[in-house]
């Protein structure tokens, strides 16, 4: 059995698990993943040591290396910790762990998280499940396992670790706004068992506590609802510009357009008037949690 097959006493049991993989549909996360690749090989060759003697140094079998080496695996961040300090690359390997962290989720996942970082405010109105940014890991794995057709185990996982990494939204300094509306359905339906909901909502208060985050709850009994149309959001940035989607909208289209955006600017801020406040939405949440 080779190293990255039966791990080492450093920890990389499960070195070469799936979820690494390349895809290959996927052509710039691919020739991005090839090219930290040649990288590490060129610091390899300048060190003059071989694939073997490279992988024992850094914890990790030879079959590994030359993968990792031909581009056909994304690098662990362990991986390029130890190749940077086994190679002395002062750090210039280290410093790509989250590009290739990145690498792995989808090429529309990651374009995403991108404009989400970019953000300096985003409104977000749910209707069938909580936005993204809102999920436990435990919640957003129970919605990707009843997907169907079904994912395989391994794209499960990966869809998880790509949800959950967008949600360094909340640590960003300046902090962006983020505004939330979600219906009532969204905060009962038990998706994934009740502890998962239990902890979701637990969750959910405690982004609530954050000074840039107001998360408000459109009750089921709302006899006026301007958001019937469907899930609804808008990114502004820094330059003034934005993007926005709607399902009801311009075909389900994201849009740019000003005219348009005032649009979905105006659909928001109405469906945000009609939910409950934040601080009632807090209450709310709270007297579901303890009904759970």
Same mark, same amino acid.
Request: hydrophobic content about 40%.
């Given at each position: 059995?080779?190293?990255?097959?039966?791990?080492?006493?450093? $920890?990389?049991?499960?070195?070469?698990?799936? $979820?690494?993989?390349?895809?290959?549909?996927?052509?710039?996360?691919?020739?991005?993943?090839?090219?930290?690749?040649?990288?590490?090989?060129?610091?390899?060759?300048?060190?003059?040591?071989?694939?073997?003697?490279?992988?024992? !140094?850094?914890?990790?079998?030879?079959?590994?290396?030359?993968?990792?080496?031909?581009?056909?695996?994304?690098?662990?961040?362990?991986?390029?910790?130890?190749?940077?300090?086994?190679?002395? @690359?002062?750090?210039?390997? +280290?410093?790509?762990?989250?590009?290739?962290?990145?690498?792995?989720?989808?090429?529309?996942?990651?374009? #995403? @998280?991108?404009?989400? !970082?970019? +953000?300096?405010?985003?409104?977000?109105? $749910?209707? %069938?499940?909580?936005?993204?940014? #809102?999920?436990?890991?435990?919640?957003?794995?129970?919605?990707?396992?009843?997907?169907?057709?079904?994912?395989?185990?391994? +794209?499960?996982?990966?869809?998880?670790?790509?949800?959950?990494?967008?949600?360094?939204?909340?640590?960003?300094?300046?902090?962006?706004?983020?505004?939330?509306?979600?219906?009532?359905?969204?905060?009962?339906?038990?998706?994934?068992?009740?502890?998962?909901?239990?902890? *979701?909502?637990?969750?959910?208060?405690? #982004?609530?506590?954050?000074?840039?985050?107001?998360?408000?709850?459109?009750?089921?009994?709302?006899?006026? %609802?301007?958001?019937? *149309?469907?899930?609804? *959001?808008?990114?502004?940035?820094?330059?003034?510009?934005?993007?926005?989607?709607?399902?009801?909208?311009?075909?389900?289209?994201?849009?740019?357009?000003?005219?348009?955006?005032?649009?979905?600017?105006?659909?928001?801020?109405?469906?945000? !008037?009609?939910? #409950?406040?934040?601080?009632?939405?807090? !209450?709310?949440?709270? *007297?579901?949690?303890?009904?759970?």
């Amino acid at each position: 059995m080779s190293v990255d097959e039966a791990g080492t006493a450093r $920890g990389n049991a499960g070195a070469d698990e799936p $979820g690494w993989e390349v895809d290959p549909d996927d052509e710039s996360g691919s020739a991005l993943v090839a090219s930290v690749g040649r990288q590490i090989k060129a610091w390899r060759e300048s060190a003059g040591m071989r694939a073997g003697e490279f992988g024992a !140094a850094i914890g990790y079998g030879e079959d590994l290396v030359f993968k990792v080496e031909g581009g056909r695996r994304i690098p662990r961040p362990e991986f390029l910790d130890r190749a940077d300090e086994v190679l002395g @690359a002062g750090g210039k390997l +280290a410093m790509l762990k989250r590009e290739m962290a990145e690498a792995r989720y989808p090429k529309k996942v990651r374009e #995403l @998280a991108k404009l989400e !970082a970019q +953000a300096v405010e985003l409104l977000a109105y $749910g209707d %069938h499940n909580l936005h993204g940014l #809102l999920q436990t890991a435990e919640y957003a794995r129970a919605l990707f396992e009843m997907r169907l057709p079904a994912y395989e185990p391994e +794209a499960v996982e990966q869809a998880v670790a790509a949800r959950v990494a967008r949600q360094t939204i909340f640590e960003r300094s300046p902090s962006p706004a983020l505004s939330f509306v979600q219906e009532e359905a969204t905060l009962r339906r038990p998706l994934g068992g009740t502890m998962v909901l239990r902890r *979701q909502l637990e969750h959910l208060l405690s #982004l609530s506590q954050l000074r840039q985050v107001a998360i408000q709850v459109m009750p089921t009994s709302c006899e006026e %609802h301007a958001g019937m *149309q469907g899930e609804t *959001q808008v990114l502004k940035f820094k330059d003034g510009t934005a993007l926005g989607r709607s399902e009801g909208a311009f075909n389900g289209r994201a849009v740019s357009d000003p005219k348009q955006l005032r649009i979905l600017e105006l659909r928001y801020g109405m469906i945000r !008037a009609q939910a #409950l406040t934040p601080r009632e939405s807090l !209450a709310f949440i709270e *007297q579901l949690l303890g009904e759970t």
